[in-house]
Protein backbone atom coordinates (compact mmCIF):
# COMPACT_ATOMS: atom_id res chain seq x y z
CA UNK A 1 0.00 0.00 0.00
CA UNK A 2 1.35 3.41 -0.89
CA UNK A 3 1.52 6.37 1.58
CA UNK A 4 1.02 9.68 1.01
CA UNK A 5 2.46 9.20 -1.88
CA UNK A 6 0.30 10.89 -5.08
CA UNK A 7 -0.30 10.67 -8.98
CA UNK A 8 3.07 12.29 -10.39
CA UNK A 9 2.00 15.28 -11.19
CA UNK A 10 3.83 15.87 -14.36
CA UNK A 11 3.84 12.61 -17.52
CA UNK A 12 7.70 13.72 -18.35
CA UNK A 13 10.10 11.10 -16.87
CA UNK A 14 13.67 12.25 -16.69
CA UNK A 15 16.73 10.04 -17.71
CA UNK A 16 17.71 9.73 -13.82
CA UNK A 17 14.26 8.58 -13.01
CA UNK A 18 15.34 4.78 -14.62
CA UNK A 19 18.96 5.12 -13.18
CA UNK A 20 16.73 5.38 -9.33
CA UNK A 21 14.60 2.53 -10.12
CA UNK A 22 17.13 -0.11 -11.15
CA UNK A 23 19.25 0.70 -8.32
CA UNK A 24 16.57 0.18 -5.95
CA UNK A 25 15.96 -3.23 -7.61
CA UNK A 26 19.68 -4.79 -6.93
CA UNK A 27 20.02 -6.93 -4.80
CA UNK A 28 22.77 -5.37 -2.59
CA UNK A 29 20.82 -2.35 -0.30
CA UNK A 30 22.60 1.02 -0.40
CA UNK A 31 21.15 4.44 0.61
CA UNK A 32 20.16 6.39 -2.19
CA UNK A 33 21.24 9.93 -2.36
CA UNK A 34 19.21 12.17 -4.82
CA UNK A 35 20.25 15.91 -4.73
CA UNK A 36 20.31 18.88 -6.98
CA UNK A 37 19.11 22.74 -6.91
CA UNK A 38 15.65 23.40 -5.65
CA UNK A 39 12.96 23.56 -8.03
CA UNK A 40 14.34 20.85 -10.50
CA UNK A 41 12.16 18.02 -9.86
CA UNK A 42 13.81 15.50 -7.60
CA UNK A 43 10.66 15.20 -5.28
CA UNK A 44 8.42 14.39 -8.47
CA UNK A 45 11.40 12.24 -9.77
CA UNK A 46 11.21 10.29 -6.84
CA UNK A 47 7.59 9.95 -6.95
CA UNK A 48 6.91 8.66 -10.73
CA UNK A 49 9.88 6.07 -9.41
CA UNK A 50 7.94 4.78 -6.64
CA UNK A 51 4.71 4.79 -7.71
CA UNK A 52 5.59 1.86 -9.80
CA UNK A 53 6.85 0.59 -6.48
CA UNK A 54 5.28 -3.15 -5.56
CA UNK A 55 5.91 -2.53 -1.79
CA UNK A 56 4.73 -0.64 0.79
CA UNK A 57 6.19 2.71 0.51
CA UNK A 58 6.54 6.22 3.43
CA UNK A 59 7.51 9.72 2.10
CA UNK A 60 7.95 11.97 4.88
CA UNK A 61 9.76 15.67 4.26
CA UNK A 62 11.66 17.50 6.62
CA UNK A 63 10.44 20.59 5.39
CA UNK A 64 6.94 20.43 6.71
CA UNK A 65 6.15 22.57 9.54
CA UNK A 66 5.47 19.64 12.08
CA UNK A 67 8.29 18.73 11.81
CA UNK A 68 9.36 17.69 15.85
CA UNK A 69 13.61 17.57 16.98
CA UNK A 70 16.17 14.99 17.32
CA UNK A 71 13.81 12.01 16.75
CA UNK A 72 12.28 12.82 13.57
CA UNK A 73 14.45 10.15 11.34
CA UNK A 74 13.87 7.78 13.89
CA UNK A 75 9.85 7.93 14.06
CA UNK A 76 9.51 7.67 10.13
CA UNK A 77 12.07 4.71 9.90
CA UNK A 78 9.86 3.00 12.86
CA UNK A 79 6.40 3.92 10.81
CA UNK A 80 8.47 2.62 7.25
CA UNK A 81 9.64 -0.58 9.48
CA UNK A 82 5.81 -1.21 10.91
CA UNK A 83 3.93 -0.59 7.89
CA UNK A 84 6.59 -3.11 5.73
CA UNK A 85 6.20 -5.92 8.03
CA UNK A 86 8.28 -8.36 6.65
CA UNK A 87 7.67 -7.21 2.88
CA UNK A 88 10.08 -4.76 1.21
CA UNK A 89 9.23 -1.47 2.08
CA UNK A 90 10.45 1.80 1.08
CA UNK A 91 11.08 4.78 3.05
CA UNK A 92 11.76 8.24 1.19
CA UNK A 93 12.91 11.27 3.37
CA UNK A 94 12.86 14.92 1.65
CA UNK A 95 14.66 17.33 2.31
CA UNK A 96 16.44 15.11 5.25
CA UNK A 97 19.17 17.85 5.57
CA UNK A 98 16.84 20.04 7.97
CA UNK A 99 16.36 17.24 10.25
CA UNK A 100 19.02 17.18 13.11
CA UNK A 101 21.68 15.21 13.80
CA UNK A 102 19.98 13.77 10.30
CA UNK A 103 23.11 11.59 9.36
CA UNK A 104 23.98 9.91 12.95
CA UNK A 105 20.30 8.59 13.02
CA UNK A 106 20.41 7.46 9.42
CA UNK A 107 23.92 5.69 10.41
CA UNK A 108 22.84 3.87 13.08
CA UNK A 109 19.26 2.85 11.90
CA UNK A 110 20.49 1.91 8.46
CA UNK A 111 23.27 -0.23 10.48
CA UNK A 112 20.69 -1.95 12.44
CA UNK A 113 18.58 -3.21 9.65
CA UNK A 114 21.49 -4.60 8.36
CA UNK A 115 22.19 -6.59 11.19
CA UNK A 116 19.17 -7.91 11.37
CA UNK A 117 18.03 -8.39 7.87
CA UNK A 118 15.50 -5.44 7.38
CA UNK A 119 14.68 -5.42 3.80
CA UNK A 120 13.95 -1.37 3.86
CA UNK A 121 15.36 0.60 0.98
CA UNK A 122 15.86 4.24 1.70
CA UNK A 123 16.05 7.38 -0.64
CA UNK A 124 17.17 10.44 1.05
CA UNK A 125 17.05 13.75 -0.76
CA UNK A 126 18.21 17.35 -0.41
CA UNK A 127 18.58 20.32 -1.97
CA UNK A 128 21.79 21.67 0.12
CA UNK A 129 25.00 20.05 -0.90
CA UNK A 130 27.54 20.53 1.27
CA UNK A 131 25.41 19.55 4.25
CA UNK A 132 24.08 16.74 2.50
CA UNK A 133 27.85 15.50 1.51
CA UNK A 134 29.04 16.78 5.11
CA UNK A 135 26.41 14.04 6.34
CA UNK A 136 27.63 11.22 4.10
CA UNK A 137 31.13 11.18 4.19
CA UNK A 138 31.67 11.65 7.60
CA UNK A 139 29.06 9.35 8.82
CA UNK A 140 27.86 6.93 5.70
CA UNK A 141 30.71 6.17 4.09
CA UNK A 142 30.56 2.62 2.16
CA UNK A 143 27.19 3.16 2.36
CA UNK A 144 24.83 5.25 -0.02
CA UNK A 145 25.22 6.17 -3.69
CA UNK A 146 24.35 9.73 -5.18
CA UNK A 147 22.29 10.32 -7.78
CA UNK A 148 22.55 14.17 -8.97
CA UNK A 149 19.56 15.99 -10.70
CA UNK A 150 20.75 18.75 -12.74
CA UNK A 151 18.71 21.77 -14.48
CA UNK A 152 16.61 21.03 -16.96
CA UNK A 153 18.07 21.07 -20.37
CA UNK A 154 16.86 22.10 -23.59
CA UNK A 155 16.04 18.69 -24.99
CA UNK A 156 14.11 18.19 -21.78
CA UNK A 157 12.39 21.24 -21.52
CA UNK A 158 11.40 21.20 -25.48
CA UNK A 159 10.43 17.59 -25.05
CA UNK A 160 7.99 18.11 -22.09
CA UNK A 161 6.87 21.74 -22.34
CA UNK A 162 7.61 22.52 -26.00
CA UNK A 163 9.98 25.38 -25.90
CA UNK A 164 11.65 26.41 -28.88
CA UNK A 165 15.22 27.55 -29.02
CA UNK A 166 14.58 31.05 -28.02
CA UNK A 167 11.73 30.48 -25.48
CA UNK A 168 14.45 28.18 -23.62
CA UNK A 169 17.16 31.23 -24.06
CA UNK A 170 15.25 33.75 -22.26
CA UNK A 171 12.86 31.26 -19.84
CA UNK A 172 15.55 28.60 -18.42
CA UNK A 173 15.02 25.01 -17.13
CA UNK A 174 12.87 25.17 -14.30
CA UNK A 175 10.06 23.26 -14.98
CA UNK A 176 8.11 24.48 -12.33
CA UNK A 177 8.36 28.34 -13.56
CA UNK A 178 7.32 26.96 -17.21
CA UNK A 179 3.49 27.04 -17.20
CA UNK A 180 3.95 30.42 -16.45
CA UNK A 181 6.09 31.74 -19.64
CA UNK A 182 2.95 33.61 -21.87
CA UNK A 183 2.95 35.93 -18.69
CA UNK A 184 6.63 37.22 -18.31
CA UNK A 185 5.88 39.38 -15.01
CA UNK A 186 3.83 36.34 -13.16
CA UNK A 187 7.21 34.41 -14.61
CA UNK A 188 9.78 36.42 -12.89
CA UNK A 189 7.85 36.86 -9.96
CA UNK A 190 7.69 32.77 -9.54
CA UNK A 191 11.42 32.46 -10.03
CA UNK A 192 12.66 35.20 -7.52
CA UNK A 193 10.49 34.55 -4.91
CA UNK A 194 10.25 30.78 -5.28
CA UNK A 195 13.43 29.73 -6.26
CA UNK A 196 15.76 32.85 -5.82
CA UNK A 197 14.30 33.41 -2.38
CA UNK A 198 14.51 30.44 -0.40
CA UNK A 199 17.87 29.40 -1.90
CA UNK A 200 19.80 32.34 -0.76
CA UNK A 201 17.56 33.01 2.80
CA UNK A 202 17.25 29.42 3.46
CA UNK A 203 19.39 27.14 1.98
CA UNK A 204 22.81 29.25 1.35
CA UNK A 205 22.41 30.48 5.18
CA UNK A 206 22.31 26.46 6.15
CA UNK A 207 25.48 25.59 4.79
CA UNK A 208 27.80 28.28 7.09
CA UNK A 209 27.52 31.29 8.74
CA UNK A 210 27.32 34.63 6.45
CA UNK A 211 28.42 37.45 8.39
CA UNK A 212 27.06 39.80 5.70
CA UNK A 213 23.72 38.01 4.22
CA UNK A 214 22.70 41.51 1.86
CA UNK A 215 26.52 41.33 0.92
CA UNK A 216 26.31 37.34 -0.71
CA UNK A 217 22.51 38.42 -1.97
CA UNK A 218 24.09 41.74 -4.20
CA UNK A 219 27.30 39.13 -5.33
CA UNK A 220 24.61 37.19 -6.19
CA UNK A 221 22.51 39.75 -8.41
CA UNK A 222 25.81 40.83 -9.91
CA UNK A 223 27.21 37.70 -10.60
CA UNK A 224 23.71 36.96 -12.54
CA UNK A 225 23.78 40.17 -14.62
CA UNK A 226 27.72 40.08 -15.57
CA UNK A 227 27.05 36.06 -16.57
CA UNK A 228 29.90 35.43 -18.93
CA UNK A 229 32.42 38.08 -17.91
CA UNK A 230 35.33 38.26 -15.99
CA UNK A 231 35.48 40.24 -13.06
CA UNK A 232 38.34 40.54 -10.78
CA UNK A 233 37.39 40.00 -6.92
CA UNK A 234 38.91 43.67 -6.13
CA UNK A 235 36.58 44.82 -8.98
CA UNK A 236 33.87 43.19 -7.73
CA UNK A 237 34.18 45.38 -4.31
CA UNK A 238 34.16 48.32 -6.07
CA UNK A 239 30.96 47.31 -7.80
CA UNK A 240 29.42 46.04 -4.44
CA UNK A 241 30.56 49.24 -2.87
CA UNK A 242 31.48 47.28 0.44
CA UNK A 243 33.61 47.84 2.61
CA UNK A 244 34.50 43.72 2.50
CA UNK A 245 37.07 41.77 1.92
CA UNK A 246 38.17 39.40 -1.31
CA UNK A 247 38.66 36.33 0.90
CA UNK A 248 34.54 36.49 2.07
CA UNK A 249 33.74 37.14 -1.28
CA UNK A 250 35.26 34.20 -2.76
CA UNK A 251 33.90 32.24 0.48
CA UNK A 252 30.27 33.48 -0.50
CA UNK A 253 31.07 32.79 -4.42
CA UNK A 254 31.95 29.27 -2.98
CA UNK A 255 28.26 29.11 -1.16
CA UNK A 256 26.30 30.24 -4.37
CA UNK A 257 28.19 27.32 -6.59
CA UNK A 258 27.07 25.04 -3.46
CA UNK A 259 23.57 25.96 -4.10
CA UNK A 260 24.32 25.41 -7.96
CA UNK A 261 23.11 28.52 -8.63
CA UNK A 262 26.25 30.63 -9.63
CA UNK A 263 29.73 29.69 -10.29
CA UNK A 264 32.99 31.62 -10.86
CA UNK A 265 34.91 29.96 -13.37
CA UNK A 266 38.96 29.72 -12.70
CA UNK A 267 41.49 30.09 -15.60
CA UNK A 268 43.08 26.89 -17.40
CA UNK A 269 46.77 26.91 -16.67
CA UNK A 270 47.63 23.50 -16.79
CA UNK A 271 48.60 23.70 -13.27
CA UNK A 272 46.17 24.05 -10.04
CA UNK A 273 48.22 26.54 -8.22
CA UNK A 274 47.56 29.46 -10.95
CA UNK A 275 44.17 27.92 -11.34
CA UNK A 276 43.46 28.86 -8.01
CA UNK A 277 44.98 32.52 -8.23
CA UNK A 278 42.91 33.82 -11.02
CA UNK A 279 40.12 36.01 -11.39
CA UNK A 280 36.94 34.31 -11.94
CA UNK A 281 34.49 34.72 -14.59
CA UNK A 282 30.57 34.62 -13.33
CA UNK A 283 28.67 31.51 -14.73
CA UNK A 284 24.83 30.93 -14.32
CA UNK A 285 23.43 27.30 -13.77
CA UNK A 286 20.27 28.56 -15.34
CA UNK A 287 19.80 31.32 -17.84
CA UNK A 288 16.42 32.30 -15.95
CA UNK A 289 18.57 33.85 -13.30
CA UNK A 290 19.35 36.31 -15.43
CA UNK A 291 16.11 36.93 -17.19
CA UNK A 292 13.95 37.20 -14.05
CA UNK A 293 16.46 39.80 -12.28
CA UNK A 294 17.27 41.78 -15.90
CA UNK A 295 13.85 43.62 -16.51
CA UNK A 296 14.23 42.31 -20.13
CA UNK A 297 11.62 41.00 -22.34
CA UNK A 298 11.58 37.78 -24.66
CA UNK A 299 11.25 40.14 -27.34
CA UNK A 300 14.55 42.10 -26.69
CA UNK A 301 16.03 38.50 -27.53
CA UNK A 302 15.43 39.92 -31.39
CA UNK A 303 15.71 43.77 -30.80
CA UNK A 304 18.82 43.52 -28.78
CA UNK A 305 22.20 41.39 -30.25
CA UNK A 306 24.41 42.28 -27.08
CA UNK A 307 21.75 40.68 -24.63
CA UNK A 308 20.86 37.93 -26.90
CA UNK A 309 24.78 37.02 -27.26
CA UNK A 310 24.59 37.36 -23.18
CA UNK A 311 22.55 35.14 -22.97
CA UNK A 312 23.62 32.18 -25.96
CA UNK A 313 27.26 32.20 -24.32
CA UNK A 314 25.76 31.87 -20.59
CA UNK A 315 23.27 29.30 -22.03
CA UNK A 316 26.21 27.30 -23.55
CA UNK A 317 28.28 27.82 -20.31
CA UNK A 318 25.23 26.90 -18.03
CA UNK A 319 24.88 23.33 -20.29
CA UNK A 320 29.27 22.92 -19.54
CA UNK A 321 28.25 24.07 -15.91
CA UNK A 322 25.59 21.56 -15.19
CA UNK A 323 27.78 18.57 -16.47
CA UNK A 324 30.68 19.75 -13.78
CA UNK A 325 28.61 19.48 -10.91
CA UNK A 326 27.24 16.20 -11.39
CA UNK A 327 31.14 15.37 -11.89
CA UNK A 328 31.70 15.09 -15.78
CA UNK A 329 34.90 16.96 -15.49
CA UNK A 330 35.65 20.82 -14.66
CA UNK A 331 34.82 23.79 -16.28
CA UNK A 332 37.58 26.57 -16.71
CA UNK A 333 38.04 29.70 -19.22
CA UNK A 334 41.55 30.71 -21.00
CA UNK A 335 42.49 34.33 -21.31
CA UNK A 336 46.10 35.71 -22.30
CA UNK A 337 46.27 39.30 -22.76
CA UNK A 338 43.69 39.97 -25.65
CA UNK A 339 43.31 36.52 -26.49
CA UNK A 340 40.26 34.16 -24.96
CA UNK A 341 38.77 30.78 -25.57
CA UNK A 342 35.45 31.20 -23.19
CA UNK A 343 35.06 27.47 -22.04
CA UNK A 344 37.84 24.79 -21.84
CA UNK A 345 36.47 21.16 -20.38
CA UNK A 346 38.89 19.13 -18.60
CA UNK A 347 37.82 15.52 -18.51
CA UNK A 348 40.53 13.71 -17.13
CA UNK A 349 43.38 13.73 -19.27
CA UNK A 350 41.24 14.81 -22.11
CA UNK A 351 40.52 18.38 -22.61
CA UNK A 352 38.13 20.46 -24.84
CA UNK A 353 38.24 24.05 -26.27
CA UNK A 354 34.94 25.71 -26.58
CA UNK A 355 34.53 29.27 -28.17
CA UNK A 356 30.87 30.82 -28.62
CA UNK A 357 30.25 33.35 -31.63
CA UNK A 358 26.62 34.85 -31.35
CA UNK A 359 27.14 37.79 -33.86
CA UNK A 360 28.07 39.66 -30.97
CA UNK A 361 31.56 40.66 -32.62
CA UNK A 362 33.83 39.91 -34.93
CA UNK A 363 36.63 37.01 -33.84
CA UNK A 364 39.10 36.22 -35.71
CA UNK A 365 40.16 33.13 -34.09
CA UNK A 366 43.28 33.57 -32.69
CA UNK A 367 42.32 32.73 -28.76
CA UNK A 368 41.72 29.30 -30.34
CA UNK A 369 44.66 29.14 -31.93
CA UNK A 370 46.66 30.60 -29.41
CA UNK A 371 45.13 28.15 -27.15
CA UNK A 372 45.68 25.02 -29.41
CA UNK A 373 49.41 25.53 -29.87
CA UNK A 374 50.15 25.79 -26.11
CA UNK A 375 48.03 23.12 -24.94
CA UNK A 376 46.93 20.75 -27.83
CA UNK A 377 43.33 20.28 -26.85
CA UNK A 378 41.98 16.87 -27.44
CA UNK A 379 38.38 18.57 -29.28
CA UNK A 380 38.32 22.64 -30.76
CA UNK A 381 34.36 23.22 -30.60
CA UNK A 382 33.04 26.43 -32.26
CA UNK A 383 29.26 27.16 -31.20
CA UNK A 384 27.33 29.72 -33.62
CA UNK A 385 28.39 31.59 -36.97
CA UNK A 386 30.77 29.28 -38.76
CA UNK A 387 30.82 26.72 -36.45
CA UNK A 388 28.49 24.00 -34.52
CA UNK A 389 24.26 25.02 -34.50
CA UNK A 390 23.39 26.12 -31.11
CA UNK A 391 20.36 24.11 -30.86
CA UNK A 392 23.20 20.85 -31.85
CA UNK A 393 25.17 21.98 -29.19
CA UNK A 394 22.15 22.04 -26.74
CA UNK A 395 21.21 18.95 -27.27
CA UNK A 396 24.17 17.40 -27.03
CA UNK A 397 24.83 15.71 -23.99
CA UNK A 398 28.27 17.16 -22.89
CA UNK A 399 29.65 13.25 -22.42
CA UNK A 400 29.50 13.11 -26.12
CA UNK A 401 30.72 16.88 -26.76
CA UNK A 402 33.74 15.93 -25.12
CA UNK A 403 34.15 12.51 -25.81
Same mark, same amino acid.
Given at each position: ???????????????????????????? /????????PRQVGKTTLVRQ????????????????????????? =? =? =?????????????????????????????????? #??????????????????????????????? *??????????? #???????? *????????????????????????????????????????????????????????????????????? /???????????? =??????????????????????????????????????????????? *?????????????????????????????? *????????????????????????????????????????????????????????????? /?????????????????????????
Open positions: MLSNIPAPPHPYQRPQARVLANRLREPR /RFLQVVAGVVSGWNGPVVFASADEPALQGRGWV =Q =Q =QWDRARVESGRAEGLLVLDEVQKAPDWSESVKRL #WDEDTRHGTPLRVVLLGSAPLLIQKGLTESL *AGRFEILFLPH #WSFTEMRD *AFGFSLEEFLFFGGYPGAAPLHADVTRWSRYVRDAIIEPTLGRDVLLLTRVDKPALLRRLFELGCLYSG /RILSFTKQLGQL =QDAGNTTTLAHYLDLLDAAWMLTGLQKYAGDQARIRRSSPKFQIYNT *ALFTAQAGLTPDELHTDPDFRGRLVESAVG *AHLANAAAAGLGRLHYWRQGDLEVDFVFRRGARVTAVEVKSGRATDSGRGMDAFASAYNPH /RRLVVGTGGMALETFLSTPVEDLVA
